[in-house]
C-alpha cells in the first residue's frame, strides 16, 4: 500500500498555522500578566495582609485559617510558573544595572518600620522588624483570644503570643512578632540592601547599615521618602504593658482604614508600624 500524503494545499498552510499558534500563546501570556498586574492594583487598594472577603471566613475558624493559606498556596502554584514562563529571562535582563545585584523575592517579604514618615533617612533601623511570611493568613482574631490561652498561647502556625507585647493588623487579627523570637516568621532586619516599595508610585532601594558602638543602626532609601514606600492599607500596632490585653480591645475599632493610626486598647502602650513590602535583596 502507498503512504498517504497530506494533499499540497495542506501542507502549504502548516507553517502558518504554526505561526499563529505561536501568536495566540504570546497574546494569551501578554493577557494573563495584565489581568494579574489588575488584580494586584486592585487588592492593594482594598486590603493588607488578608483579603477583606476572607476576613469573616478567617473568624469563622478556631483560631485562624488554613483555608486561607491553601487558597494562597494554590494560586501561586500555577501563576508563578505561568508568569516566569511568559515573561521569559529577557524581561530581567532589560531592567537597569543596579537592580541586577538584588534577588527577586517570591513570595515578598514584609518590613515592620518606625521613623518619620518624611524622612528619606534615619536611626533605630534596630528596631525593625522582617516577616518573611505573610504574617496575616498565620493570624489569630481578637475574638478567638480565649481559645490561643486555653492553647497554651501556640497558634496553629507555631509562634507563641505573649500577654504582655503583642501586634495587631488592620482587620483585628493579632500577629506574630516581627522582630521574632517568638518561634514565628519573624526576625531582626538585618543590615544589608532591600528593594522595597508601598505599591503605589515609588519602589527604591533601601539600605540598612550595620549598628554602630551604640547599638544604633542607620536606614536610608535611594529615592523618595518612608511614606512613599509604606504600604498605607497594612496598618500594624504594637500593644504592650503588663496590664494590656486583647480582651480589652473594641471589636468596633476594625477594620481600619488605609493610612490610619491604629485604635488605642485601655491598659496598653501602643506603638505604630510602617509597612514595606519588600521584592527584592541583595544578592
Known sequence: MHAMQAPPDVRMRDPTRRAQHRVKTVLWAAGLLALTSLLQRLQGRRTAFVPLKHKEEIAAQPLESPTVQQRRTASLAVLVPALSAAAGPSAYAAEPAAKKKFRRLSPIQYIAALGDPEAA????????????????????????IDRLRAAGGV??????????????????LIMEKPTGGDGGSGEQLKPGKYIVTGDRQVTTVLTVSAPDADGSSRWQLDEGKLFDVTHLPCRTGRYSGPDCSPAKARLSDFPVEPGALMPPVEGCKKQDYAVLFVVGVEA
Open 121 to 144: 533617612s534615619g536611626t533605630g533601623a534596630q528596631d525593625w522588624g522582617l516577616w518573611q511570611k505573610d504574617p496575616g493568613p498565620r493570624g489569630v482574631p481578637l475574638s478567638n
Open 155 to 172: 497558634a496553629r502556625s507555631g509562634w507563641k503570643f505573649d500577654g504582655s507585647d503583642w501586634y495587631v493588623e488592620e482587620h483585628g
